[in-house]
């Protein structure tokens, strides 16, 4: 952590209710004292000293989550800190976090309630005095704003998350009013990344917030440590830290005041009756003034208001006094000579002098009292949904061997079973096969959802098995959608995160399967870049995330980082939290019937189900994920080029790489280049064609796996028969996509320079 710069500040600032107007002929070391005294802590005083010098109108920013009533705290303490900040010339942006509180399941999740409360304490601030002339004070609804620049927006919210580690974005769930050993959701890791991201959204110079919010207001200095952060969000200087007082409770122990605990706290609207009686009750121990609470009070609430704390006693008690400072009463309180008896009344009387305005809006203000019984009403029946925790019993059975031909070209009078055999002979695992059964039954044209992640070159297994499957999908009347999912590639720091590469890649990708004869007639596949639909339809896409992170505990969404291949042991950041809250939000913003990946993507699409409760939930079709060609590699390895075949890989390559594969005689079982039979050469030609000479057996045609499996565990097909009839087969089918990087210049240029990307 950098070194701090903290000193007092300097309590006799501008009073609340006759606010400086204007910062017109102040000093710069004026602005300084009024600004430096909102902060209890100010990282770092150098900064603001030459940012006060150097612009007229700094921003700063401030926010509340609209969750339910109104503390003196968040009423009376912030309008002094802005009334300071504005008489210093500062411009306050204040963020109204509605989607944070939505986040944090405040008001049951429930936005409209959200945003009475949010109206609700606008009005307070306006009854009570918040200085509104001119310009100076904005105020800004999140889900508004971000929606209007999402792109931008998100953007900085998925840097944050893949900048940052998971233990660190941890650290700041203090903000939520959490800790660290709360039984956590998603939320409360998206929910730091995204009030990090709103500090340089909203261009703020200063970040004025309590001492709660004190570690991600850190996070954000700590992001412009790197440079290219800087230059990326247009900004020289890291936001300057103004961490206010935090009023603790009014009961014993209590460091911080709770909406949940009426007596802790007095309320913006309480009655004078309420007033009395909670300050009545309070703990004010006599003659102690660290941990008091009624003092506390007078501290940060009334001198700053008045400027003077006055007392009323009998002469026989001492009289009536008027303390200007609260060492002058810190001196009185802890040497005897002013008790408890005496200071809760006059503190009564202050607190309720400051409400009465509130009350009397409240009253008198139509459109005001309407507001605040909707707040009312809301508390007292909140609306609590219950997130569905359990795993879904599921039924898994073994697909259809008989596979269909990919080339059927149209589903037009085919029978419901035969549909239901090409789509199910797709998957080597089907959740729920009854559930598909009745979809094509009920449903001509299904949604069927396809996702990739360009993030380098392309694998046979992403190539020739994609379209062994969507074209088999396609055949049976689906349509396919598949989402190019630039953004969760960058998540996943693929192409180092630069999403102009991981674009360009996915048209290299697109590129390939066109050669290849993905069947794009009848507008049957749609290819959709994930950046340009989000942003699209915004107000769409991030809600269902954030919904999806609120209602999913951490372990439940760490449980699917296999889809990003990744482990929970991995060292990991807050992008691997996003990452599957967005996959999952990805099939209900596509309105996917059925989901068809591979194995690895199998947890993330039974949470979209789990996600499920009165709508249809998402058939998953998982298929099967093809090994690196190499002994115990179960899956194939960009990063180790020897373990897979690339679609542009040269005759050469080919030969070579099937060469030297793992291929045992007479094994079957994890036999890498039976599977690509099995799975790519089989499926692509309906056989497998074995060139051998008269004493060897002569040749032979396999049309069945089961045929060529029978005869290579007897011993009649030997390895080295095998690897080269895969590398002629594999030859002939790679062929068409060389012919197409050779011949056409467009595909040739964009070859040329994913290979200046060093590819892997």
Known sequence: MEALSISSPDDQGPSSNSPISTSQGMSVEEKFR???????????EDELLNLLSKKLDPVCYDGFEPSGRMHIAQGVMKIISVNKMTSAGCKVKIWIADWFAQLNNKMGGDLNKIHDVGEYMIEIWKAVGLNLLGDQVEFLWSSKEINSKAKEYWSRVMNIARRNTLSRILRCVQIMGRSEQDELTAAQILYPCMQCADIFFLEADICQLGMDQRKVNVLAREYCDDRKNCDDIKRKNKPIILSHHMLPGLQQGQEKMSKSNPLSSIFMEDEEAEVNRKIKEAYCPPMVVQGNPCLEYIKYIILPWFHEFKVKRTADNGGEKTFKSFEELAVDYEGGNLHPAD?????????????????????????????????????????????????????????????????????????????????????????????????????????????????????????????????????????????????????????????????????????????????????????????????SRAHEYWPLVMRIARRNKLPRIMGCLQLMGRSEQDELTAAHILYPCMQCADVFFLKADICQMGMDQREVNVLARECCEDISKPIILSHHILPGLQQGQKKMSKSHPSSCIFMEDNEAEVNLKIKKAYCPPMEVQLNPCL??????????????????????????????????????????????????????????????????????????????????????
């Open 343 to 535: 200071l809760k009344p006059a503190l009564s009387e202050a607190l309720n002098r400051i409400l009465q305005p509130v009350r009397d809006h409240f009253k008198n203000d139509p459109s005001a009292k309407e507001k605040l019984e909707k707040v009312k009403l809301s508390i007292a029946h909140p609306f609590i949904e219950s997130p569905t925790d359990n795993m879904e019993t599921q039924s898994i059975s073994s697909p259809n061997q008989a596979a269909s031909n990919f080339s059927i070209s149209t589903s037009e009078g085919m029978s419901v079973e035969e549909k239901f055999r090409i789509v199910r002979s797709v998957g080597e695992e089907c959740i729920q096969e009854d559930e598909l059964l009745n979809l094509l039954s009920k449903n001509p044209e299904p949604i069927c959802y396809d996702m990739f992640e360009p993030s380098g070159r392309m694998h046979i297994a992403q190539g020739l098995m994609k379209i062994i499957s969507v074209n088999k999908m396609t055949s049976a009347g689906c349509k396919v959608k598949i989402w190019i999912a630039d953004w969760l590639a960058r998540l996943n720091n693929k192409m180092g995160g630069d999403l102009k590469k991981i674009e360009t890649f996915g048209k290299y990708m697109i590129e390939i399967w066109k050669a290849f004869g993905l069947n794009l007639q009848e507008n049957k596949v749609e290819f959709l870049l994930s950046s340009k639909e989000i942003k």
């Open 34 to 44: 009024i600004v430096r005294s909102v902060g209890e802590e100010c990282i770092q």
């Open 675 to 760: 599977e690509y039979i099995k799975h790519i050469i089989l499926p692509w030609f309906h056989e497998f064609k074995v060139e051998r000479s008269a004493d060897n057996g002569g040749e032979k045609t396999f049309k069945s796996f089961e045929e060529l499996a029978a005869d290579y565990e007897g011993g009649n097909l030997h390895p080295a028969d095998l690897k080269p009839a895969l590398s002629k087969a594999l030859n002939k089918i790679l062929q068409p996509v060389r012919d197409h990087f050779n011949n056409d210049p467009s595909a040739k240029k964009l070859l040329k320079e994913l290979k200046g990307y060093k590819m892997k």
